[in-house]
């Protein structure tokens, strides 16, 4: 072994048994799954659209603190500094995750050759993560920005941003990314913290919240996509 392969030997060693690398990846695993759980959350409340416009209305002012107000209308304020919260934890969880893109980079030119050799279905399911992550690294900051920008929902606001204002191609392609991401990292962090051992079962609830989280995304877009048909330019606001 000469120096040059001695010492990257060394920095390959010391970056995987640091304390430092320990807490990245402690760090990764907490963001992710606080994002993860927001994501199940966040696809079901916008899908109430689904029951109805006034059900997708007390959904948005329930969360936008609504009992709070003499109005009942809730305060768009809320949205834009929860916004700003999820941004810096989707930043950090970034962070720590670009940290191993390029030894990633590396392990995936050698999991390539693998792949092709035998059918691993974590290996798989690591590389789907890898391709779906640089994905959102720059489709997720846009809807984020624009909900910090522009925080007014409802069942008009939102049909308006995502028919007359085009949200729907940003949507259609965040949507598959997002959710495989997510459904494959809670997987990946329940398995690395030996949540469980039957990694075959919790492979199939992944695979089945990925189908129905989907279906229920593609389902409310579509919704908005009709609502917004329908309205005319300036749109007034939803009141039931
Ligand atoms: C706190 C920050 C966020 C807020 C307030 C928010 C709010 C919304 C709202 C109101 C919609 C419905 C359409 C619209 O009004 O434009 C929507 C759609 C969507 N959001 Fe978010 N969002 C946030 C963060 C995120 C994050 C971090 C992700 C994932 C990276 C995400 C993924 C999506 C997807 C995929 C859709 C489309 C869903 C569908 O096709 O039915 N959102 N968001």
Redesign the pocket.
């Known amino acids: 072994m000469n120096v040059k392969s001695l010492q990257s030997h060394h920095t390959h060693y010391a970056s995987l048994g640091s304390p430092w690398s320990a807490k990245a990846d402690k760090v990764q695993s907490i963001t992710g799954i606080l994002?993860g759980c927001?994501?199940l959350a966040?696809?079901h409340f916008?899908?109430s659209i689904l029951l109805g416009k006034e059900a997708f209305y007390h959904v948005v002012q329930f969360l936008e603190g609504g009992m709070f107000s003499s109005t009942g209308h809730g305060f768009p304020m809320v949205?834009k500094l929860?916004?700003i919260f999820?941004l810096i934890v989707?930043m950090l969880h970034a962070l720590v995750a670009l940290r191993r893109f390029p030894a990633q980079l590396g392990q995936w030119r050698a999991l390539r050759r693998h792949m092709s050799g035998i059918n691993h279905k974590d290996s798989h399911a690591w590389f789907w993560q890898l391709v779906t992550g640089f994905i959102?690294f720059f489709l997720?900051p846009v809807?984020?920005f624009t909900?910090i920008t522009n925080?007014e929902?409802g069942p008009h606001l939102?049909a308006e941003?995502?028919y007359h204002a085009n949200?729907w191609l940003l949507?259609a392609l965040?949507?598959p990314a997002?959710v495989i991401h997510a459904m494959i990292g809670l997987y990946r962090v329940a398995v690395k913290w030996g949540l469980t051992a039957n990694r075959a079962g919790l492979r199939k609830v992944a695979k089945v919240l990925i189908v129905y989280l989907i279906s229920i995304?593609?389902l409310?877009?579509i919704s908005?996509i009709l609502i917004g048909r329908e309205l005319s330019l300036p749109i007034t606001p939803f009141v039931p």
């Open positions: 994002l927001f994501l966040h696809l916008e899908s949205t929860f916004s999820i989707v959102l997720a809807h984020i909900m925080p929902i939102s941003r995502v949200a949507y965040l949507l997002v995304g593609l409310s877009l908005y």
